[in-house]
């Protein structure tokens, strides 16, 4: 409104509104997810300002950064509201890191946090904590704790503590989609590009 003049919210079909922007080319390995933390705003407003719905992107593609009309500067991210949850996805998530990386590193177990939070972010998943931990796919389990019961074992409160700052948009993978031990033979995993290391756990986009 400041930046158009004007003095209500009413607009009207085929009027022009100047919305500031800055830009960014992206680079080999980007990712929605981690282009929006480099600038502190949500993936969301990066799809609103760019009109993309989808999560492919290329070297080379010019993406458009939301900024504020009065300082140019990205408005900062309310880092509690990541995503929208509850207290149940509150213990299922901190459930599943217990199960799948406890005596790992904080930051391991903070890690497998964030791959959820990242695909709630994704289009490519389902849009909530519960649906992302629970999804079968091609009937395939996800998350092998769910597959085995394990998820039904008490959340640590090292992995619970490891959920909040997940929820918090705190992400060691910068942007991380995938996780598997070091054990996994399976191909299809070890093909994807590799964003970080942590104990046994290989972390992927």
Do not use: C
């Amino acid at each position: 409104m400041k930046n158009n003049g004007l003095s209500s919210d009413v607009i009207h079909l085929g009027q022009i509104l100047e919305v500031p922007t800055n830009t960014y080319n992206v680079v080999d390995r980007d990712t929605l997810f981690f282009i929006a933390k480099k600038y502190s705003i949500s993936v969301q407003q990066i799809r609103v300002a760019n009109n993309k719905w989808d999560d492919i992107i290329h070297p080379g593609d010019v993406i458009k950064i939301p900024t504020t009309a009065d300082n140019g500067q990205a408005p900062p991210r309310d880092a509690s509201t990541v995503i929208k949850y509850s207290n149940s996805d509150v213990d299922l998530l901190a459930r599943l890191i217990t199960a799948e990386a406890s005596g790992e590193s904080s930051d391991a177990m903070l890690a497998v946090g964030a791959v959820v939070i990242n695909r709630v972010q994704s289009t490519q998943f389902p849009g909530n904590i519960s649906s992302v931990i629970n999804e079968v796919s091609d009937g395939h389990y996800q998350f092998t704790p769910v597959k085995n019961g394990m998820i039904d074992k008490a959340a640590t409160k090292t992995a619970t503590n490891a959920a909040y700052q997940a929820l918090k948009g705190n992400d060691p993978t910068n942007g991380a989609l995938y996780f598997f031990d070091n054990t996994v033979t399976n191909k299809w995993l070890t093909s994807k590009p590799v964003s970080t290391t942590l104990g046994k756990l290989i972390f992927a986009y």
